[in-house]
């Protein structure tokens, strides 16, 4: 791999906030497109920082800040992808149900999907299960992530799940949770089809929700 | 013995007459339905033009006249609640950090922002909105830095009147809300504080050593005023584990923690945490920092009950295990609560050191549940344990 590169997956792995959009710069200098930066750069470090997490050596604190300094680096690259060349491994909406504002995991999980090649329609938080109706309409996406913090909000998961079947797309569908207040029991319960235990798992988790829709 | 002495024999790994419970406080709409409902609703008192008006004219200053003697007062409700429940010991937290900023926000005077919000029920509530505190400039442009003396002396009048009223009938387990950890998360913004440990040490040394010296004051009042069983709650971990590398945790909080509970030994007082999450890595530490129990063991966690009591359950306290999220919730069947409790009973009773409770405090628990919690624990806790 080109040595620019490698420099981009450092700093993240590193998170080095500082010098993220330098060793940005250098690569679209030297000429390597702004897909292959995300894909091998970005997606390469923020594959490492997923190793880390799950092997103990990073923590929360770690994979948030690695977030950042992803955020860091977009702003110089969004305009210059050609997306043609970003494999595209399926659409994924995510949402935080309504009620709960909390952002931090979705975000984290957004960041671990972009990297890994999905196309993600991050709605925000706070998100009713109208607008999440009506982004599956919009898009086409056959998979939904939906982050759930409060314990006190959580019956905003069934709200989509019932809004998907009252418009007839329950069944196009898969749907994963995660969240502080989530577990396995809880999605049985919910009528959804995966949970994740941590932002790391995504990726695998809509891979394999992918093939089985 | 008395509810106090009950709740430390606990601690000391006695197997007293039978399991005692934990009541981790309440949020108000289970206030109300143990007690009552107040003639005028909170939100009716935030959400209303003439209110908002002078929040937004006077709100910081009439912060104090008006919001503390409020917050007090919907405490002390909180322990009477749980001293009509049943409960053998509850936390009542001395809150004094609250200020109004304007008619939607409040701020914590230890630097972090709320939206005002309500509940459904009628009650008010105060959502975490961003840190305050996000640069050194901040820091110390921030004029709203309480006089630690001035809080000391709030919170040693505060649970003397808890004391004298309640103290009789239930274990009252004093927090003086002061969590280091929690400071410097909420203050900062999650998303960069390790940015903020890293590369501006000193500023981050400034806020704990702000929140050390509040903590040991208000720690000491409380025990001034005959609490002798004190948490400081400070969440640490999320389900995952811990937010912070455990190695970095202990070399930030470690001393100041470790000065607070020889403090509160020293008096013969007992010193317990509260950390939501899974805190697998962190348990060694918080003994080391000289704590004899933690409250939440939240089974939304990855956190392993049974692997905890078999570790650590000779030196440890474990304090909470009910789920909140559904066995205290009115989505679930009464006998599912009891067989929860029998659960936790049977996997954490043997020898002392287990108070059983809910894992936290949260608007949806239904009052029912919460009896029947109880109800179960005195009915299948009496040692020798049998279930």
Same mark, same amino acid.
């Given at each position: ?8 997956? /450092? ?79 399926? /659409? ?13 995991? /979705? ?33 086409? !996406?056959?998979?939904?992530? +939906? ?67 | ?47 209303? =033009?003439?209110?908002?008006?002078? +929040? ?44 109004? +900023? ?33 640069? =050194? ?5 921030? *004029?709203?830095? =309480? ?16 004391? !004298? ?34 590369? /501006? ?23 001034? !005023?005959?609490?002798?069983?004190? +948490? ?101 069947? =009464? ?32 009052? *029912? ?19």
């Amino acid at each position: 791999m080109k040595e620019a590169l490698l420099d981009v997956q /450092k700093a993240i792995v590193d998170l080095n906030y500082e010098d993220i959009q330098t060793v940005v710069r250098k690569c679209l200098d030297e000429g390597i497109p702004a897909w292959e930066i995300i894909k091998e750069g970005i997606g390469g470090g923020m594959k490492q920082v997923g190793d880390r997490f799950e092997s103990g050596e990073f923590f929360l604190a770690e994979l948030i800040m690695s977030g950042e300094v992803v955020k860091e680096a977009m702003p110089i690259l969004e305009n210059k992808v050609d997306t043609a060349k970003i494999q595209n491994k399926g /659409k994924v909406i995510l949402a935080t149900v309504k009620g709960d504002i909390h952002y931090i995991g /979705k975000n984290i999980v957004a960041m671990m999907l972009s990297a890994a090649g999905f196309e993600v329609i991050d709605l925000g938080a706070d998100v009713h299960e109208e607008k999440i109706v009506q982004a599956v309409k919009d898009s086409g !996406a056959v998979c939904i992530g +939906l982050s759930v913090l409060l314990t006190t909000t959580i019956g905003g998961i069934k709200d989509v799940v019932d809004a998907l079947s009252e418009a007839g797309l329950r069944d196009k569908v898969k749907i994963a949770i995660g969240g502080a207040c989530t577990y396995e029991k809880l999605a049985e319960e919910m009528g959804v089809d995966a949970y994740g235990s941590d932002a790391v798992q995504a990726v695998k988790i809509f891979e394999g929700l992918l093939e089985v829709v | 013995m008395g509810p106090t002495e009950r709740i430390i024999a606990v601690f000391k790994g006695k197997e007293i007459d039978r399991v005692q419970t934990y009541c981790a406080s309440f949020e108000e709409w289970t206030v109300q339905q143990v007690l009552s409902k107040p003639f005028i609703t909170t939100k009716s008192l935030f959400f209303n =033009p003439v209110s908002r008006l002078i +929040l937004d004219k006077w709100g910081k200053k009439i912060s104090k006249m008006v919001l503390q003697p409020s917050v007090d007062s919907a405490l002390m409700k909180r322990l009477e609640a749980a001293v009509a429940l049943g409960f053998d010991s509850t936390v009542l937290n001395y809150e004094w950090r609250l200020m109004i +900023l304007d008619s939607k926000k409040v701020a914590r005077v230890t630097g972090s922002i709320y939206d005002i919000q309500h509940d459904g029920h009628g009650n008010v509530f105060f959502y975490y909105h961003g840190p305050a505190l996000a640069s =050194p400039e901040a820091f110390e442009a921030w *004029s709203d830095f =309480p006089n630690p003396d001035d809080i000391a002396h709030g919170c040693y009048k505060f649970y003397k009147k808890a004391m !004298a009223q309640y103290g009789e009938k239930i274990c009252i387990i004093g927090d003086t809300c002061t969590g280091l950890h929690e400071i410097i998360l909420l203050a900062v913004g999650f998303e960069k504080m390790l940015w903020w440990i890293r590369k /501006k040490a000193d500023f981050i040394k400034k806020l704990i050593s702000l929140g050390d010296e509040i903590s040991m004051k208000t720690t000491m009042a409380a025990m001034d !005023a005959g609490i002798k069983v004190v +948490l400081h709650a400070d969440d640490f971990s999320h389900k995952t584990g811990p937010i912070l590398n455990p190695k970095i945790t202990d070399e930030l909080f470690g001393d100041s923690y470790a000065r607070i509970t020889k403090a509160v030994h020293d008096r013969n007082g007992i010193s317990a945490i509260h950390s939501c999450g899974d805190n697998t890595k962190l348990f060694d530490y918080f003994i080391k920092w000289g704590f004899d129990g933690g409250h939440a063991f939240e089974n939304t966690s990855n956190v392993d009950i049974a692997y905890e009591k078999k570790t650590h359950g000779d030196r440890f306290t474990i304090i909470g295990g009910m789920g909140v999220d559904y066995l205290l919730t009115s989505r679930s069947k =009464p006998e599912e609560v009891v067989d929860g409790v029998k659960h936790l009973i049977r996997t954490c009773a043997h020898g002392g050191r287990f108070i059983l409770g809910p894992v936290n405090a949260h608007s949806e628990e239904d009052v *029912s549940k919460i009896k029947v919690m109880i109800d179960a624990t005195k009915e299948y806790g009496r040692y020798p344990i049998t279930v």
